[in-house]
Structure formats: C-alpha cells, structure tokens
T-cell receptor
Framework: DTEVTQTPKHLVMGMTNKKSLKCEQHMGHRAMYWYKQKAKKPPELMFVYSYEKLSINESVPSRFSPECPNSSLLNLHLHALQPEDSALYLC??????FGRGEAPEAFFGQGTRLTVV | AQKITQTQPGMFVQEKEAVTLDCTYDTSDQSYGLFWYKQPSSGEMIFLIYQGSYDEQNATEGRYSLNFQKARKSANLVISASQLGDSAMYFCAMREGMFSGGYNKLIFGAGTRLAVHP
C-alpha cells in the first residue's frame, strides 16, 4: 500500500473551473513534490517544497498554484486550465537527511488522472 | 547538465527468465545517486533499487540487481526469474549532489515498457 495518499484519483474539469488536488503523507518527510506525467512520457518535476517552503518552481504556468499548509499536506490548486494540461499528476515525498549508504528514495502516490475539457 | 538515457522503448521476456533493462547517464558531478522505479498501469511509481556513486558493491534487492559500471556511466537493472506481475513501465532516474542532503531533484529517463509472457 502506498504511504502517500492522493485525492481525487480521477478528475474531469472544465477550462473555467477551479479545483484542487490533495496529497498527504505521514512518514515525517520534510520534502514534497508535484510531478506532471503525460501519456507514454516520464514524470516531469513541477514543484518542490522543503520544510514547507517552496524550493523549486520549474517555470510552471501560474494557473497551477501549489500550497503546503503543513509538513504532511501538499495541495495543487488548478484554475483556468487548458486541454493540454490533461495528465497524471503525481505527488511524492522524501526525507531530507540521510546517511551514506541509505537509499533516499522518493515515495510516490498513485496520482490523480486529470482531464480538462 | 545531467541526462538519463534508456534506449529500449519496449522489451519482452518469458516468465521465469532474467531480463536486463539498460540505462546510461551523463553528469559532471562526482556525487550522485541512481534509482529505478516501476510504474504499473495503475500509475503509482514504485521504488525498486538505489545505487550511490561511491558505493563499491552493486546494489541488490530481492530479484532486482543493479549492474553499475561507473566508468561506462551505465546502471542497468537486472530482473531475475521474471513474473507476470513484472509487466510495467520501468524508469531509471538520477539525482546529483547526493551528500548535500536536502530534497531529491530526480531526472527520469524515457522509460522501458517490459512485457512478461507466460
């Protein structure tokens, strides 16, 4: 079972709608991520939060607005999206300190499949 | 700039046989980490195995092993005794600056779709 929970699993929204994606983890990880994955492509990093502060924004359009209200939660607010924004949105988390020889893997949720109509 | 290359868009293997998925990388950093993830059709990215650039031994995790050849900049995944449940997309990924701590900025390869035939 995944330890990163994303809701909803599927979302269909119109181009004028406002919706939010939610991600939650209880592993004590202090880094959280949003990735976008188009069909048959690898995930692409969108945002990174470290200690609840935005550390990386990979030049994502402002119609995507991330929020990290606490160390366990990560939201992605969506507004005025375009059909080309339809994709699988993956949330991930990882620890920020680790010893040599430890595997600092990122844990991923099952994703939200977003369709913009 | 770092780059991950997976040259096999698709592979197939007979059940119970071994298969090797190729991954080459490019980085100017001396400290980096290499990861393999499995993505079934459900969408979740499942971590399989990790190799640090300073690790002298090849990583192994159950049926998964990583054939790390640092001079050739390759990090191939070997799956032994393939099972039908191994059918999925497999991604190789890299992170630079492993020992500075902090967050994981992973760069993924294009992926290899593996089909296991009975």
């Amino acid at each position: 079972d995944t330890e990163v929970t994303q809701t909803p699993k599927h979302l269909v929204m119109g181009m004028t709608n406002k919706k939010s994606l939610k991600c939650e983890q209880h592993m004590g990880h202090r880094a959280m991520y949003w990735y976008k994955q188009k069909a048959k492509k690898p995930p692409e990093l969108m945002f990174v939060y470290s200690y609840e502060k935005l550390s990386i924004n990979e030049s994502v359009p402002s119609r995507f607005s991330p929020e990290c209200p606490n160390s366990s939660l990560l939201n992605l607010h969506l507004h005025a999206l375009q059909p080309e924004d339809s994709a699988l949105y993956l949330c991930a988390s990882s620890q920020v300190s680790f010893g040599r020889g430890e595997a600092p893997e990122a844990f991923f949720g099952q994703g939200t499949r977003l369709t913009v109509v | 700039a770092q780059k991950i290359t997976q040259t096999q868009p698709g592979m197939f293997v007979q059940e119970k046989e071994a298969v090797t998925l190729d991954c080459t990388y490019d980085t100017s950093d001396q400290s980096y980490g290499l990861f393999w993830y499995k993505q079934p059709s459900s969408g979740e990215m499942i971590f399989l195995i990790y190799q640090g650039s300073y690790d002298e031994q090849n990583a192994t995790e159950g049926r998964y092993s990583l054939n790390f050849q640092k001079a050739r900049k390759s990090a191939n995944l070997v799956i032994s005794a393939s099972q039908l449940g191994d059918s999925a997309m497999y991604f190789c990924a890299m992170r630079e600056g492993m020992f500075s701590g902090g967050y994981n900025k992973l760069i993924f390869g294009a992926g290899t779709r593996l089909a296991v035939h009975p």
